[in-house]
């Protein structure tokens, strides 16, 4: 079975611009988070999204937003860039939310680089 | 505030010695506890996690974890290192009260050394 699917694998973008980055979770799951791990840091939540409505939201500005599709893919999208959007995108799938979050499966991840 | 603490930035280990891996966490209640590992091209692997019950947990990988309530503690173990073992290792909790999201601390890099 294939594992949680994120694209593009790298991409380099000019402050100001948008991008918008792709998750296919595991076939079954209906539950997709992001996290934003910056250089030398851990992962730092971003969204939940379960049954294709938002769950919970970090401490992220609204420059960040995200969407899940009816066949449970999400998209993040960034608008305005910032140099210190520069970071490693994960997108992580589960079964279900709430006290089984944790046990979350994770996509290799989508490197930003901003300059 | 509340926080996941990893006091080691970097572990360097021989092959075929033991491995600890410290993980602190400040919250009101127990929260989930999770160590996942990370390496190169791949995604984040979960390793094993604590709920409840048994405080020794064992996982994959040879790996186990014993949760201490009085230290706050979830220290991560391996009686024998190999050198596959070298990667990132991330703690993280998931509190009662936002059990919708993980939250990691910085992590510690393991190197094995021949």
């Known amino acids: 079975d294939a594992g949680v699917t994120q694209s593009p694998t790298h991409l380099i973008k000019t402050r100001g611009q948008h991008v918008t980055l792709r998750c296919s979770p595991i076939?079954?799951?209906?539950?997709v988070s992001w996290y934003q791990q910056v250089l030398g840091q851990g992962p730092q939540f971003i969204f939940q999204?379960?049954?294709?409505?938002?769950?919970g939201r970090g401490n992220f500005p609204d420059r960040f937003s995200a969407r899940q599709f009816p066949n449970y893919s999400s998209e993040l999208n960034v608008n305005a860039l910032l140099l210190g959007d520069s970071a490693l995108y994960l997108c992580?799938?589960?079964?279900?939310?709430?006290?089984?979050?944790?046990?979350?499966?994770f996509g290799e991840g989508s490197r930003l680089t901003v300059l | 505030a509340q926080s996941v603490t990893q006091p080691d930035i970097h572990i360097t280990v021989s092959e075929g010695a033991s491995l600890e891996l410290r993980c602190n966490y400040s919250?009101?209640?127990?929260?989930?506890l999770f160590w996942y590992v990370q390496s190169p091209g791949q995604g984040l692997q979960l390793l094993l996690k604590?709920?409840?019950?048994?405080?020794l947990v064992q996982g994959i990988k040879g790996f186990e974890a014993e949760f201490k309530r009085s230290q706050s503690s979830f220290n991560l173990r391996k009686p024998s290192v190999h050198w596959c073992d070298a990667a990132e290792f991330l703690c993280?909790?998931?509190?009662?009260?936002?059990?919708?999201?993980?939250?990691f601390g910085a992590g510690t890099t393991v190197t094995v050394r021949a």
């Open positions: 992580a799938s589960s079964l279900s939310t709430g006290s089984r979050a944790g046990e979350l499966f």
């Open positions: 076939s079954g799951h209906k539950s």
């Open positions: 999204y379960y049954e294709k409505e938002e769950r």
């Open positions: 919250y009101g209640a127990t929260p989930y």
């Open positions: 604590y709920f409840s019950g048994d405080t």
């Open positions: 993280a909790v998931c509190p009662l009260s936002n059990d919708y999201k993980l939250s």
